[in-house]
């Protein structure tokens, strides 16, 4: 055996192990997606309100026009890669957003004492205790239909699963001997959150909110479907789905292809959360469906 | 028994006050002022003053919060801006048939997710294997006006079994065939997610129970599998209520985008018009409406539970 080989055995035993095949295959079809958002104007073969009134809704396959055209001529393929990027964008910053608030709230939550612990707990099961794509539409509705306001209210929607699952967390992790070192050793509050909580709470919520991606998504296509998000001619999947509705007898493909495609990014994300869930090994606690 | 009624109705009382305070203040957020809108930009100040008194705007918020809610406890929803006819009157035709739909799905959801579940548990391995991954599926958080769309392409475009939308015919309107003719797409489209749910969830709860000690004794007593199967299946009822009575609610929220798609007269189809009507008082009513009937349905099946399963009412209301 030579020390290469040595070597590379000894490199291979301290990597982490590697990620089955179809996380691998799910993480590659978000990164293209991802490629879509910013190379999407070079790749759409036409601009996303190109409009050709003489070849208004063609099927699929038609030549020149790989999904057809739409009730003003659209290109649907161009339509859909362009609106990637809106129907990604407000799917992921919502997340972002209220992946940090939901956890600085769950961690307060979670590390402060049970009074504080109550009231924040018992606030948010108020939000939880109706259905959330009824607060974002009431939210939406108020600001004004924009696709800032759209991103308002899912992030103010998505804030208390997020805490919840936070506090779940962290309430689990103060019973652990590491914390009560850290606690005897005279670590402020903060110093624990910061280096003893977060990272233990990191996995788990980096699988929950890939799922919550995968809502987000469809919720936010959802308002914009409901004329509360993007406004046309934006090139954006809900939006495009409701202008279908106008055309489901004489071209119904106009309809499948922003269905679908809404339907399969949703999958995706939440596949990918199942997996992540999987390979980091996580017990998911306090979640709801 | 009693207790159990007292703890739980004490506890609903916050969430109902919670769930009116969000619902007031978000139309708070509505953008401009309210009494521009109208008495319009020529109006003189001593108007606008009046107009202001009149609506008792010139109260502070909380103010307004209590009167707001004293008269929706009557009834009272305010005035919709775009029909000129009372909130309540056009809520409750709406919720009424918001109501048929839910039902309808939630009768499909719950029969058939618990079918599922038990041929998920009990059935030969390569059947249950394929049954659970399509359920797994189903049960993500699936975009119903995707599914509706698809449903109306396939169903009611292409081979023209069911009506595209609508929820009766205008020809013979009290029909009660041509309603479930007009149920079936939005049905099946609404009860989709919950049934994978369900399914998913039910199956988990039956091979837990049997996991439990009886089990085995019933297995040990010479017992046929069958009703080895039934003990199983009556142990695990209470949980199948609680599952469903959580996806009933959530369907109530779902709904609101299968209506759209469907043309269907319920309280989603209401929010989605006044919402390019700008009708603030019908969008306000229609989410309290149905944040109100989540939590009534929460409540009716925690006690339902209580009824069922003597260990939940032994161990109380936990919150």
Redesign the interface.
Same mark, same amino acid.
């Given at each position: 055996m030579t020390s290469a080989a040595v070597l590379t055995t000894r490199f291979r035993a301290r990597r982490r192990p590697t990620w089955a095949l179809s996380t691998q295959v799910l993480l590659a079809l978000v990164v293209l997606l991802l490629g879509t958002v910013f190379l999407g104007s070079v790749i759409a073969p036409y601009g996303a309100t190109d409009g050709d009134p003489a070849n208004r809704l063609l099927g699929f396959g038609s030549a020149g026009h790989l999904l057809g055209t739409d009730g003003q001529g659209r290109d649907i393929l161009s339509r859909l890669i362009l609106g990637t990027r809106l129907s990604l964008l407000t799917g992921i910053i919502p997340v972002l957003i209220a992946g940090t608030v939901g956890s600085a709230v769950g961690l307060c939550a979670g590390l402060a004492s049970r009074l504080v612990n109550t009231l924040i707990m018992?606030?948010l099961?108020?939000?939880y $205790?109706? %259905? $959330?794509?009824?607060?974002a539409?009431? *939210?939406a &509705? +108020?600001?004004? %239909?924009s696709i800032k306001n759209a991103i308002i209210a899912l992030s103010i929607v998505l804030i208390p699963p997020v805490a919840r699952i936070v506090e779940a967390e962290v309430v689990a992790l103060r019973s652990a001997a590491f914390m009560k070192v850290a606690e005897c050793s005279g670590a402020s509050r903060f110093l624990i959150a910061v280096r003893h909580v977060v990272p233990n709470i990191r996995a788990p919520l980096v699988v929950y909110c890939t799922?919550l991606i995968?809502?987000s998504i *469809?919720d936010a +296509?959802?308002l914009s @479907?409901?004329?509360?998000g993007a406004s046309p001619p934006t090139a954006e999947w809900?939006l495009m789905?409701n202008d &279908?509705?106008n055309y489901? @007898?004489r071209a119904?493909a106009v +309809?499948?292809a %922003? +269905?679908?495609a809404?339907?399969l990014v949703?999958?995706l994300f939440?596949a990918l959360g199942?997996r992540l869930r999987v390979e980091l090994d996580v017990r998911q606690r306090g979640a709801?469906? | 028994m009693k207790r159990y009624l007292g703890q739980r109705l004490l506890l609903t009382a916050p969430i109902l006050i919670g769930v009116s305070i969000i619902v007031f203040f978000t139309v708070q957020l509505v953008p401009g002022d309210p009494i521009s809108t109208l008495v319009g930009a020529h109006a003189t100040p001593e108007t606008r003053t009046l107009m202001t008194k009149q609506y008792g705007l010139d109260k502070p918020l909380p103010v307004q919060y209590v009167v707001w809610l004293g008269h929706a406890l009557q009834g009272n929803l305010g005035a919709s801006i775009s029909q000129q006819r009372d909130v309540t009157g056009i809520v409750t035709t709406a919720f009424s048939n918001t109501l048929t739909l839910t039902a309808f799905a939630a009768l499909i959801a719950v029969v058939l997710g618990a079918v599922l579940a038990m041929t998920i548990t009990f059935g030969r391995r390569r059947l249950s294997r394929m049954l659970s991954s399509v359920v797994s599926l189903a049960s993500v958080s699936m975009p119903q006006y995707s599914l509706g769309v698809i449903f109306i392409v396939v169903f009611a475009a292409d081979l023209a079994w069911f009506p595209a939308g609508g929820m009766r015919d205008v020809l013979e309107p009290g029909s009660t065939t041509s309603l479930l003719h007009h149920l079936v797409l939005p049905g099946l489209t609404a009860a989709a997610i919950p049934t994978g749910i369900i399914a998913r969830m039910f199956s988990a709860t039956l091979a837990e129970e049997s996991q439990e000690p009886y089990v085995e004794n019933l297995r040990a007593r010479g017992l046929s599998e069958w009703t080895v199967r039934r003990h199983i299946v009556h142990g695990s009822l209470a949980s199948l209520l609680t599952i469903s009575g959580l996806q009933i609610g959530y369907l109530l929220g779902g709904v609101v985008f299968v209506e759209v798609v469907f043309a269907w007269p319920g309280i989603g189809q209401l929010v989605y018009q006044s919402i390019s009507k700008r009708d603030y008082p019908v969008i306000q009513a229609g989410v309290l409406v149905s944040a109100l009937a989540f939590v009534v349905i929460n409540l009716v099946v925690d006690v339902a539970r209580a009824v069922l399963d003597p260990r939940v009412r032994a161990s109380g209301v936990t919150a």
């Open positions: 018992r606030t099961d108020v939000f $205790s109706f %259905p $959330s794509i009824l607060l539409i009431g *939210v &509705a +108020a600001l004004g %239909p799922t995968g809502l *469809v +296509a959802g @479907f409901l004329g509360l809900g789905l &279908a509705r489901f @007898f119904p +309809a499948l %922003p +269905a679908l809404i339907l949703a999958l939440n199942d709801t469906p | -």
